[in-house]
């Protein structure tokens, strides 16, 4: 088992910046690909990001490509997600995923935390 526990979320300005962290115990985290993944209202969930167990590559949504940034540090069994140039098309609920297996997460598959939310006003 992984528990995985969000952090960071809130209300910023369109243009602004947040810094998600996603906190893991339980297993080995390094092993684990972690992801990002957000829902808003009324649509399905949606991959945002991840990054391989070593955080020697990483994946982006073309929708947040060159605005946000996700990274590891094992030592402290923790993911970030640092968004920048936030836009109200982001808010949602942010969610992290982990899984060994790089496939599986790309597909929502793995452990999952209870999701911080993110609003972004216009």
């Known amino acids: 088992q992984v528990q995985l526990v969000e952090s960071g979320g809130g209300l910023v300005q369109a243009g602004g910046s947040l810094g998600l962290s996603c906190a893991a115990s339980g297993r080995t985290f390094s092993n684990y690909a972690v992801g990002w993944f957000r829902q808003a209202p009324g649509k399905e969930r949606e991959f945002v990001a991840s990054?391989?167990?070593?955080?020697?590559?990483?994946a982006y949504a073309d929708s947040v490509k060159d605005r946000f940034t996700i990274s590891r540090d094992n030592a402290k069994n923790t993911v970030y997600l640092q968004m920048n140039s936030l836009q109200p098309e982001d808010t949602a609920v942010y969610y992290c995923?982990?899984?060994?297996?790089?496939?599986?997460?790309?597909?929502?598959?793995?452990?999952w935390g209870q999701g911080t939310q993110v609003t972004v006003s216009s």
């Open positions: 990054i391989t167990w070593s955080g020697g590559r990483t």
């Open positions: 995923a982990a899984n060994s297996n790089w496939l599986g997460l790309s597909l929502g598959n793995g452990y």
